[in-house]
């Protein structure tokens, strides 16, 4: 089992920034994969960034050269590096960890950009 709290969001104007950081607890040392994902009123939850045990990482494109996936001062820690904010990433922010083909999430976090 992994247990997963997250940290940060907010609101924020356009253009602006917000850092979001996970904390996994449990049996950490299980985990593949590390990640965000969002969640916007009346969509889909998608795959905003992940990152491997070996530190591969991966970037949507649609945040791609904004968000910065990153560890967060330990293995088990993992932030999300906001930048240039924009209306469109408003939702609520997941973080999520892959262990023994489970996937485990966090409670969410809100993140509201407005114009």
């Known amino acids: 089992q992994v247990q997963l709290v997250e940290s940060g969001g907010g609101s924020v104007q356009a253009g602006g920034s917000l850092r979001l950081s996970c904390a996994a607890s449990g049996n950490t040392a299980s985990i593949n994969i590390m990640g965000w994902y969002r969640q916007a009123p009346g969509k889909q939850r998608e795959s905003v960034a992940t990152i491997t045990s070996d530190d591969y990482r991966h970037v949507a494109e649609f945040v791609k050269g904004r968000f910065t996936i990153s560890r967060d001062g330990a293995r088990n820690k993992v932030a999300l590096q906001m930048n240039s904010l924009k209306p469109e990433d408003t939702g609520v922010y997941y973080c999520?960890?892959?262990?023994?083909?489970?996937?485990?999430w966090g409670q969410g976090t809100r993140v509201t950009v407005s114009s």
């Open positions: 999520m960890a892959n262990s023994a083909a489970n996937n485990y």
